[in-house]
């Protein structure tokens, strides 16, 4: 599976404690120290990825939230800099698709993207992991205001086959079973 947005790891841990082997992508240094013990803990089921996911293979601007780890952010609104106690950071980023080439990876059951605004790119980015692969996806909905219709609409045009629930703050999508 693929946590994007993996923060200190607990989804990741929940998933290596029902058996799943857990690529888990964290781009800031001060959680990602704190998922690397969570990875240590679980056993060898979580690889902790010092990176984001996007659309492109590379480095983007973040915008480091010192007062909400949570809020920590690539895609600030207008004005948000100025709201929260933001510094700038340089940060890798790559896509799915390259990411899962790259190590050779042959199948991924399960995405879990809770990244802050920027999931659209990593779905930009994992236009071949979709088609190929088809995991099931439980993606946050309440970065952006047009969220859930773009989100879905990204998902339908890469993959016409997913199945696509909108919950609420998450979407929800699965190939049909076969």
């Known amino acids: 599976m693929i946590d994007a947005g993996s923060f200190i790891g607990d989804f990741a841990a929940y998933a290596a404690a029902r058996g799943a082997f857990c690529y888990a992508f964290e781009p800031v240094d001060a959680t990602f120290e704190i998922l690397e013990k969570t990875a240590e803990l679980n056993g060898g089921k979580i690889f902790p990825v010092k990176k984001g996911l996007g659309n492109i293979d590379g480095e983007v601007e973040m915008f480091i939230d010192d007062e909400d780890p949570g809020g920590n952010t690539i895609n600030v609104q207008q004005g948000d800099i100025t709201n929260h106690k933001k510094n700038r950071h340089n940060i890798s980023i790559a896509t799915l698709d390259k990411f899962a080439a790259d190590n050779n990876i042959n199948k991924i059951d399960f995405i879990k993207a809770d990244i ?47 199945r696509v629930r909108q919950g609420p703050k998450k979407l929800y999508a699965s190939p049909p079973v076969k």
């Not at 071949?128 to 439980?138: S, T, W």
């Not at 205001?145 to 609409?153: A, G, H, I, S, T």
């Open 116 to 162: 802050e605004g920027a999931e659209r790119d990593m779905l930009a980015g994992a236009k071949n992991v979709l088609k190929e692969f088809a995991p099931k996806l439980a993606i946050c909905t309440y970065h952006l205001p047009d969220d859930p219709k773009v989100l879905e609409k990204l998902i339908l045009e890469t993959n016409p086959k997913y």
